[in-house]
């Protein structure tokens, strides 16, 4: 498919919310990605694998790898919903394994501190 023909088919998507008054979705927004195309069940078992990176039980790849074939069992969801769902996923994950290591920066910092003290 052209890139032409995937940012006409995204035009058509927005002309066509702009008339239902529907929301567009945004990455930020994982309520609105249930009113396009992904469901609540498929939104709960990507928290969940988000959880679980979260506790250390899986690794990134593999917290991705599942959250894209939860998103690829249901061929009826738009490519549009999906890359926005991969978006935040991928955010979040980011954000967490940023989080985590500034955590254990810290921690090494303040145990070199008192340790040496």
Known sequence: MSTSALGE?????????????????SPKEPDAESQHGIDQESIEEMDNIVNSFRHDEI???????????????NQSRTERSKNAAVEYYTKT???????SSSAAWRGELVRDTLGSG
């Open 9 to 25: 088919d995204d035009n058509a998507d927005d002309a066509r919310l702009d008339q239902e008054g529907g929301e567009r979705l």
């Open 93 to 99: 994950l980011d954000e967490i394994q940023a989080l």
């Open 59 to 73: 690794m990134k790849l593999k917290a991705l790898s599942k959250i894209l074939s939860i998103l690829n069992v």
